[in-house]
């Protein structure tokens, strides 16, 4: 069994609220489609290197402040990320993060 992170983000209010934005931005121009996994979501992207390098910079910035979230990002014929969390309440927040 996973052993469960607390959920702390050292992010400020105002912080959180351009984060998330950024995210819903993300899931709103680049996903194809959509769908949960254990312990999370997949999100299945719009090829294109703008889209993989913005990808890679939220999710590297999302690991210095919410340690507790766990992104998958494999190279393949389909650019799919993986976002997971070891709590129920983990998995709620990223929902509310990406807006879905």
Do not use: H, N, Y
Request: charged share 30%; aromatic share 4%.
């Amino acid at each position: 069994m996973q052993e469960q992170t607390p959920i702390i983000c050292t992010l400020d209010a105002a912080e959180k609220l351009e984060r998330s934005s950024e995210w819903q931005e993300l899931v709103r121009t680049a996903v194809e489609e959509r769908g949960e996994c254990e312990g999370g979501f997949v999100l299945t992207l719009r090829a294109g290197a703008q889209i993989l390098s913005d990808v890679q910079t939220l999710v590297d910035a999302e690991k210095t402040c919410c340690r507790w979230i766990d992104f998958e990002l494999p190279q393949g014929d389909r650019l799919t990320l993986r976002i997971t969390a070891r709590s129920p309440e983990g998995v709620a927040v990223i929902k509310e993060m990406l807006g879905l």
